[in-house]
């Protein structure tokens, strides 16, 4: 049996996963190296990308500061997420906001200590990624659209650190940026109509906010069709092997989730389109091994093959 204290701890613990959204990343640290083995470093051996200790750091970095930007956010958004997320919200405030910023800086130093260990231009670049999430949970995110694309952009920047570590820049490379930045640009929107009591409450100016449901749906969709340009360069243009068959399936289930969006109102319906959305994004990772499949059959071999 466990002691009071015992389930006290447990309890904070679980709390603070729940701050930092432990569940998403996994996802990114796995994704940043999928890219590297596949997409941004694909001419080296795989084996060598898993034992590098300086991408094995800068993934880390990268984990670690996406985690300090949740801690961040949660602190700004505490009212906010009363409103919209009530549940979630007395779960994460089983922690002190005074303990939040204390490890939200305590993150921040580690961070910027192990890219010492790297190079200057890596301790500018986390720096520089820490400032950003901090400013755009301070000040940008209530912004009219700059909110939305600002958090696009820090979404798909820790890539960009991998990129610049290899310095390979490929033209594929930014066509799946694009078509990564859009699907997050539209999960942001869709959170948006999701969250709009919180957001007018707070005066957040979101267009749903701004201009209505039927505006933010219509610039939805207008994006959503627009993911056209970057499958097009993907499937036709470039060699990604048979990672084409998820990008023709992301087609059909964005083609329903447009669908499906000018047929919803409710709270819950746009919350079913967000993990709609995040189901496709996170199905994305994963496929990233279909551009070389048969490292699931000789996956030995072709790790440890140059």
């Known amino acids: 049996m466990l002691t009071r204290k015992s389930k006290l701890v447990l309890t904070k613990i679980f709390s603070f996963f729940s701050v930092i959204r432990g569940y998403n990343i996994w996802v990114i640290a796995l994704a940043q190296y999928l890219s590297a083995i ?18 094995f750091l800068i993934v ?7 985690a300090s930007g949740y ?22 405030r089983l922690v002190r906001q005074e303990t939040k910023l204390k490890v939200y800086f305590t993150i921040n130093f580690i961070v910027a200590l192990l890219m010492f260990f790297i190079s200057w231009r890596a301790v500018l670049f986390f720096s520089a990624y820490i400032f950003l999430i901090w400013f755009y949970s301070h000040k940008l995110k209530k912004m009219f659209l700059i909110g939305n694309f600002t958090a696009s952009i820090l979404a798909v920047l820790p890539f960009f650190g991998i990129l610049m570590y290899y310095k390979n820049f490929y033209e594929v490379i930014f066509a799946h940026a694009t078509f990564l930045f859009l699907l997050i640009l539209i ?14 409450i707070t005066d957040y100016k979101t267009i749903p906010v701004v201009f ?8 939805i969709s207008i994006l959503a069709i627009s993911t056209l340009i970057p499958i097009y360069f993907l499937v036709e243009i470039y060699d990604v092997g048979y990672m084409d068959i998820y990008f023709y399936l992301s087609l059909i289930t964005l083609l329903f ?13 746009y919350l079913k389109l967000h993990f ?25 071999k072709l790790i440890l093959t140059p």
């Not at 880390?60 to 996406?66: H, K, V």
């Not at 999960?187 to 009591?197: C, P």
């Not at 989730?257 to 319906?269: D, G, P, R």
């Open 71 to 92: 801690i961040i956010n949660n602190f700004y958004d505490a009212k906010k997420d009363l409103i919209n997320r009530p549940k979630k919200a007395m779960i994460d």
């Open 212 to 219: 209505g449901d039927k505006m933010a749906k219509s610039i």
């Open 257 to 269: 989730f447009v669908i499906q969006l000018w047929n919803v109102t409710s709270k819950s319906a």
């Open 38 to 55: 596949f997409i941004l470093a694909p001419e080296k051996r795989a084996l060598d990308i898993i034992l590098d200790w300086r991408l």
């Open 60 to 66: 880390l970095a990268s984990t670690l500061t996406i």
């Open 187 to 200: 999960r942001e929107l869709i959170k948006d109509l999701e969250n709009v009591e919180g957001d007018l």
């Open 276 to 300: 709609l959305l995040k189901f496709i994004i996170v199905a994305g990772v994963f496929c990233i091994v279909l551009i070389e499949p048969s490292v699931l059959i000789h996956g030995k």
